[in-house]
């Protein structure tokens, strides 16, 4: 089945830090990436939709100059949290959907393994 | 946003089916039911996706109704391992997975 992949798996960091979360497709190319992040006992929550080449667009209530998204190519996105502070400190989770044509799952969205972030 | 509803909790014993219930009464005609589950701690995991016929793959099945308002996962033999919250979603070819509070199945030995 198609894999995604996130790096690193966790990260602690001092408040004030900016911090890069890569989400890679391994064996299809991701035209759509979804990023969303997870607090303690809640849903997922979607942060951002991002296409190859285009901006990201975001979801009401999250703030674009914080959560910076990259996604230069189909194999890679990343999210970038500018100066974090400890509110920012949860569990992202990147998703990403590939082409029509992929062996018969056209429609479905891979998640990554996560990434948790912990800001002191 | 595509709005489902499903029962909080469910518990199944090991080594017996688990039905998952989950009703979609808005959902259109072109639009797909998919099924997604989040064991703790892990990405969530794509399951079963179906439109208007009953669908089985290597971890499930679905059964959706006539009306397409409403349809079952079925884990036919569940193990501890699959105890996860289950999400269940529709939309179409390009939706967006808004999670709600999904179903947590605990399997007890």
């Known amino acids: 089945g198609a894999v995604v992949s996130q790096h690193p798996s966790w990260v602690i960091c001092k408040s004030g830090t900016s911090v890069k979360i890569e989400c890679r497709s391994l064996?299809?190319?991701?035209?759509?990436m979804f990023w969303y992040r997870q607090f303690p006992k809640q849903s997922l929550m979607l942060m951002a939709t991002?296409?190859?080449?285009?901006?990201?667009?975001?979801e009401q209530g999250v703030e674009k100059d914080k959560f910076l998204i990259n996604h230069a190519s189909l194999t890679l996105s990343t999210l970038t949290v500018t100066s974090a502070h400890p509110e920012d400190s949860s569990f992202y989770i990147c998703s990403a959907r590939g082409p029509r044509g992929l062996a018969g799952k056209t429609d479905e969205q891979f998640f990554g393994p996560g990434t948790r972030l912990t800001v002191l | 946003d595509a709005k489902t509803t499903q029962p909080p909790s469910m518990d199944c014993a090991e080594g017996r089916a688990a039905n998952l219930p989950c009703n979609h009464s808005t959902i259109s005609g072109n639009e797909y039911v998919y099924w997604y589950r989040q064991i703790h701690s892990q990405g969530p995991q794509y399951i079963i996706h179906?439109?208007?016929n009953n669908e089985t793959n290597e971890m499930a099945s679905l059964i959706i109704t006539e009306d397409r308002k409403s349809s079952t996962l079925i884990l036919p033999h569940a193990t501890l391992r699959d105890t996860a919250v289950y999400y269940c979603?529709?939309?179409?070819?390009?939706?967006?997975?808004?999670f709600g509070k999904g179903t947590l199945l605990t399997v007890n030995p």
């Open positions: 179906g439109l208007k």
């Open positions: 064996d299809f190319q991701a035209t759509t």
């Open positions: 991002s296409n190859e080449g285009s901006k990201a667009t975001y």
């Open positions: 979603f529709y939309g179409g070819s390009n939706y967006k997975l808004t």
